[in-house]
Structure formats: C-alpha cells, structure tokens
C-alpha cells in the first residue's frame, strides 16, 4: 500500500503562484506514474497533469499547459504541481494519485489517492 500526502495547498489571489507537493511511502519501489487531479464544489474531479516514473514524459489538460507544471523530485517518490497565473477556476481541492504504469487523465487506472489540499483563489 501507498500513502499519499499533498501539501502546498493554501489562499492566493488571482494572477498568484503556488506550488504543491505530494510525498508518496510505503510500497513505492514501483515504477508507477503520478498525477494531479482537482475537484471544485458541485463538479467532477478532473484530470490535471500525470508524469511517468522516471519523470521523462507528462500528460497535462491542455486548456492547463502554459500556467501548470509537473514534475518530480530526485527520489522519485515525491510529484511536484508549479502552478502560475492563477485564476479564480483553479478553486478545488487538488488530489495525488499513483498506482497507474503509465500517465494518463482516467482516474481509474490509479489505485492511491491523497486526502487532498484546498487550492483558493480569489479574485
């Protein structure tokens, strides 16, 4: 089992930067890929950025490419979100996910979830 643990998360005003951080433990000598997800009040959780193990190649929402970034850190076990320009939309909690062989937007291929870190932006 893997446990997940977002941080980052916080209140910025629009045009602000914040960045996240997800710290993976457990059972992570897996090569698995690690994404963001977010889910504002009243909507679905969405896909926002994946990245394989090695941190080589990302998948991200386009309408999000240009303002969010993902990467990874040298031990691989932790999955960083830059995220730029911030605008009052980008109001969810975000979500880490692994357990997925490779990147993708399907909430479904991923079996670990974080608890979450509420992102704000106001206006």
């Known amino acids: 089992q893997v446990q997940l643990v977002e941080s980052g998360g916080g209140l910025v005003q629009a045009g602000g930067s914040l960045r996240l951080s997800c710290a993976a433990s457990?059972?992570?000598?897996?090569?698995?890929?690690m994404a963001w997800f977010r889910q504002a009040p009243g909507k679905e959780r969405e896909f926002v950025s994946a990245?394989?193990?090695?941190?080589?190649?990302?998948y991200s929402k386009d309408s999000l490419k240009g303002r969010f970034t993902i990467s990874r850190g040298n031990a691989n076990n932790t999955v960083y979100l830059q995220m730029n320009s911030l605008k009052s939309e980008d109001t969810a909690v975000y979500y880490c996910?692994?357990?997925?062989?490779?990147?993708?937007?399907?909430?479904?291929?991923?079996?670990?979830w974080g608890r979450g870190t509420q992102v704000t932006v106001s206006s």
């Open positions: 996910a692994t357990g997925s062989s490779f990147p993708t937007s399907d909430p479904r291929s991923y079996d670990n």
């Open positions: 990245i394989t193990w090695s941190g080589v190649s990302t």
């Open positions: 457990g059972r992570t000598f897996s090569p698995y890929a």
